[in-house]
């Protein structure tokens, strides 16, 4: 049996499964119909109560879902359909709803949030932008607020206070970097009052594939500046200038990389008057090198990026966007710049880090809704434990899909592409064209005016036009030339008299290297049961045509002696496209498993110090964590000697321990020199116990904080060096997670030693000081941060391998703190 089969067989079962529920919540409706509006918050109430008796949600779900139909039917004047309700029991079983295209998936959200709301811990919906997160909150709340709910929503620009009122209510709603920004603003706080977030209890995350899949591989970025020279880059984007393609480097397209020849190393060398390229202390020129040759190779102006008022915007790959305040990581957006011309903006350093994947793991229970997933349930099943349930529309679609057609050149098919929209647009039937990138969009649309065909342009520079322009989308004559942004969010309505015309026509003018994205540009058309058509055309120029599967397709046409300008199209050529396709999904895949592999061990170290903050900032237990602190930095440098050093040894094993405490310590064996270095610590720490008063634990606690904010820093930065470097471990036959793991876990535990070394040195050291004015100080510096969602790159240095045993930082450290 096929894999497709078996999973067609498998959502037969669920659903199967779901029509029994679904008829057992319709009995309900009667009973919830005869209820007086008064009655709903107290059936609300009289859930929460049965729940806290030990009654299962799962219990609950067909009067609670039966409840809220009935509330949005009084609410909004809306009545969940039979398959809405089926796709709210699979979101309720924290599974993925893949949902058709105006089928509701904002309504079918109310059902499981109220349900899992109930356990008074919070229910979270994750949407793709600010203006959707707002809009569904205001719309969908008046049903929440009938059934004696609180409903907030979170927006970028939100002060703290608000974000924090918001997070308390019972169902909020909010941009998935907003959600993930919060969590790790949250663990930079000096006091536990400035947390906004109260726990993560249940998620839904709208557009699913796209947060979940697409953006996993670029992580939430908390950072401030960093000085660093721009004269460098602007100096690298010269020389890159004087390196020849295949000469003295060679570029891989397909995994987006630049590696110099040897010939190119020579040249490198003479023009920087160096020695040896490769030399440790060279290392920087290296790599400003390198990203000075990927930024005039393989990113492109209006495609991956534009610029715009003297600055370089990225370009969403998957929605055509524009991306603001993005940056790609590690120098490379600076090299753009240099290479750009326009003004360089200085590197930062990451202060806080997660990926979406490790974030929205945190949830105790996760869900997902979206047009398209069915591709990638492997994925999701793999990293998120969440199965894909294909729920049915509620009425059967009727669009008409035809075969790919494929020209020779680029000039055939787009002249075929022109020739096909003035032919639909004589006919009045509206045409929505799909294309790859800003520069395309602008291609077609010349050759358009040249035709004299009126038209509308959605990309990334025209979006402050967008509602507007998709509201007109499928009106009687209309034309519109839209990039990917047109794929998601985005329901167009037909006009009046087009349903008899064939309803929307969507022309795709090249296939994506994710299926997913054509689907979603595919279901822009027939929603709801109306009519429509799509067809891609494509050439043996085109981009995935040409890396993965020209030369087989080429063939063929040469067999069958092609004219110029004539198309060949055959359903066996859509599955070697759709081979391809399936192949660069199998490779970004591997990539984002390979990432989420080493985040997740990043994850258990995030976790361990963040909870050791909040340890800290609950101040509990301080006296008897302070002592643990002194025991582990003696028994790290002492456990190894076999007998009491002299007085001199002794100063340079502890050279952070003033040598006056040292010289108070009189000892003939290593069992007394241990119990008088703790004595003489502890002697310290109770007379500046006295010396602060009451203020110590305050002081003391804040520099605490400091201390491992700043370390924590440090080591995400080594953490981003390592990730590059394991990666030429394969070279040698080691696996590079493998390292990276035993790797990260030696650095962990140097910035732990590190850590409680610098809390003796401070202790021991500590004067008078004005804490107000120092924590001042501090709480701006986190207001000042730069909050990025950017590309998770590193290139950098190989870390120095430590020599011998540690004892284990996460246990040994942590174990009582979490």
């Known amino acids: 049996m096929s894999i497709m089969s078996s999973l067609f067989d498998k959502n037969k079962r669920i659903l199967k499964k779901y029509s029994a529920l679904v008829k057992k919540i319709n ?43 009935e509330a949005a039917k009084r609410t909004v004047g809306m009545w969940p359909f039979d398959v809405q309700v089926m796709g709210a029991i699979a ?38 932008n600010d203006y959707l ?39 909020t709603y909010g941009t998935a970097n907003e959600f993930g920004f919060d969590y790790l603003r949250d663990n930079l706080v000096y006091d536990l009052e400035n947390k906004v977030q109260r726990g993560h209890n249940y998620v839904i995350v709208d557009e699913a594939d796209s947060i979940l899949i697409d953006e996993a591989r670029t992580p939430l970025i908390i950072s401030g500046p960093s000085a660093d020279s721009s004269s460098m880059y602007r100096q690298f984007a010269f020389i890159a200038k004087r390196f020849t393609i295949d ?75 524009l991306l603001p305040g993005r940056r790609y990581s590690e120098g490379l957006h600076q090299a753009i710049e240099a290479k750009e011309n326009v003004k360089i903006r200085e590197e930062s350093m990451t202060f806080a880090t997660i990926t979406f994947q490790n974030y929205f793991k945190m949830y105790e229970k996760i869900a997902g809704m979206t047009g398209t997933a069915a591709t990638e349930e492997a994925e999701f099943i793999s990293i998120y434990g969440a199965e894909v349930v294909v729920i049915p529309t509620n009425k059967p679609v009727v669009r008409k899909d035809g075969d790919d057609l494929i020209y020779r050149t680029l000039e055939e098919k787009y002249e075929a592409v022109v020739a096909e929209i003035e032919k639909r647009y004589k006919k009045g039937q509206p045409v929505l064209v799909g294309t790859t990138s800003i520069e395309k969009s602008e291609l077609i649309s010349s050759k358009l005016r040249k035709k004299g065909i009126p038209h509308e342009v959605l990309n990334a520079k025209r979006h402050e036009r967008e509602a507007e322009i998709v509201a007109k989308a499928g009106e009687k004559g209309t034309v519109t030339i839209a990039t990917n942004m047109a794929g998601r969010g985005t329901d167009i309505k037909l006009g009046e008299g087009v349903k008899e015309l064939g309803g929307l026509f969507v022309l795709g003018t090249e296939r994506h290297e994710s299926r997913r994205i054509d689907n979603q540009l595919i279901g822009r058309s027939g929603r709801q049961g109306d009519p429509g058509e799509s067809r891609f055309f494509l050439s043996l120029e085109d981009d995935l045509i040409r890396l993965f599967g020209g030369e087989k397709i080429g063939s063929v046409m040469n067999t069958l002696k092609m004219k110029p300008g004539e198309p060949i199209e055959h359903p066996l050529l859509s599955k070697i496209i759709n081979s391809a396709q399936k192949k660069i999904e199998g490779i970004h895949f591997s990539i984002r498993k390979r990432l989420y592999e ?16 909040n340890w800290l900032l609950s101040g509990e237990n301080f006296d008897d964590h302070v002592k643990e602190i002194f025991e582990d930095v003696i028994s790290r440098r002492l456990d190894e000697l076999g007998e009491a050093p002299p007085q001199e040894r002794l100063k340079e094993i502890f050279p952070f321990i003033p040598a006056r405490l040292l010289d108070s310590v009189k000892a003939t064996d290593i069992a007394n020199l241990r119990e008088g270095i703790m004595e003489a610590l502890l002697k310290v720490y109770e007379e500046k116990k006295k010396e602060f008063a009451e203020e110590f634990v305050k002081v003391f606690k804040f520099l605490m904080l400091r201390m491992i904010d700043e370390r924590w820093r440090k080591h995400l930065e080594a953490i981003e060096h390592l990730k590059d470097s394991v990666g030429l471990r394969a070279y040698g036959q080691k696996d590079p997670v493998l390292e990276f793991k035993k790797e990260s876990y030696t650095l962990f535990q140097d910035m732990i030693d590190g850590l409680y070394d610098d809390v003796v040195t401070v202790l021991t050291r500590l004067v008078k ?29 190989k870390a120095t391998e430590k020599k011998g045993t540690r004892k284990s930082a996460y246990k040994k450290r942590f174990k009582i703190k979490r």
């Open 27 to 69: 009995t309900l409706a009667g009973e919830m119909e005869a209820l007086p509006a008064e009655q709903f918050p107290e059936k609300t109430e009289e859930f929460k109560e049965r729940l806290k008796k030990g009654e299962a949600l799962d219990s609950l779900m067909p009067e609670a879902f039966a409840l809220v139909r």
């Open 91 to 128: 979101l309720h079983e924290g599974k993925i709803a893949e949902m058709k295209t105006g089928e509701g998936k904002t309504l079918v959200a109310t059902m499981p949030m109220y349900l899992n709301a109930l356990t008074e811990k919070g229910a979270h919906l994750a949407t793709v």
């Open 133 to 171: 997160a707002k809009r569904d909150a205001n719309w969908m709340g008046p049903v929440y607020e009938y059934l004696g709910l609180t409903v907030g929503y979170i927006q970028s620009s939100m002060e703290p206070s608000k974000r924090k009122l918001a997070y308390q209510c019972d169902v």
């Open 247 to 321: 000469e003295d480097f060679t570029v891989n397209e397909k995994e987006r990389t630049v590696s110099l020849t040897d010939k190119g190393i020579e040249k490198a060398e003479k023009l920087l008057n160096l020695e040896n390229l490769y030399d440790p202390n060279n290392y920087k020129y290296l790599f400003h090198l390198l990203n000075a040759l990927k930024a005039r190779m393989l990113f492109k102006k209006d495609v991956d990026y534009i610029v715009n008022d003297g600055e370089v915007i990225i370009v969403d790959e998957f929605t055509g966007r």
């Open 598 to 613: 080493l985040d997740s061990v990043v994850d258990k170290q995030r976790s361990a110090i963040y909870a050791h903050r």
């Open 769 to 797: 000081i004005d804490s107000e004015k120092v924590e001042k100080k501090a709480k701006s510096e986190i207001n000042n941060l730069n909050y990025i969602h950017s590309d998770f790159s590193t290139v950098s240095s």
